[in-house]
Nanobody, 123 residues
C-alpha cells in the first residue's frame, strides 16, 4: 500500500512558476513509476508528466512540453513537478499517481492516487 500527498499548489499570475511536490509513504518508492495528472472543471483527466521507476526516463503531455519538468528524489520518497511559464489554461486540480512497472500515460493504469492540489493561474 502506498499513500501519496501533494503540496505546493496555489494562485499564481500568468507567466509565473510553481513547484508541486508529492511525497509517498512506504519503503519501495523507487519501485514505482510516478505520474502527474490534472483535471479542470468539466474536462477529462489529462496526463501532464511522468517519470519511470528505473532509468529516470520522462514523458510529458503535449500542452506542457518545454514548460514543465518532472523529477524525483528516491531518498526523500518525493516526486516534483516544476511548472514554469504558467498559463490560465493550466488551471486545474493536479494529482500525483503511482504504479509498479513501466511509465504509462493513461490514468486507468495507476494504482495509487493522491488527493490533489489546486493550481490557479490568473490572467
Amino acid at each position: 500500500q502506498v499513500q501519496l500527498g501533494e503540496s505546493g499548489g496555489g494562485l499564481v499570475q500568468a507567466g509565473g512558476s510553481l513547484r508541486l511536490s508529492c511525497t509517498a509513504s512506504g519503503r519501495t518508492f523507487s519501485s514505482y513509476s510516478m505520474g502527474w495528472f490534472r483535471q479542470a472543471p468539466g474536462k477529462e483527466r489529462e496526463f501532464v508528466a511522468g517519470i519511470n521507476w528505473i532509468g529516470g526516463g520522462t514523458a510529458y503531455g503535449d500542452s506542457v512540453k518545454g514548460r514543465f519538468t518532472i523529477s524525483r528524489d528516491n531518498a526523500k520518497n518525493t516526486v516534483y513537478l516544476q511548472m514554469d511559464s504558467l498559463k490560465p489554461e493550466d488551471t486545474a486540480v493536479y494529482s500525483c499517481a503511482a504504479r509498479r512497472m513501466t511509465l504509462i500515460t493513461t490514468p486507468a493504469g495507476y494504482d495509487y492516487w493522491g488527493q490533489g492540489t489546486q493550481v490557479t493561474v490568473s490572467s
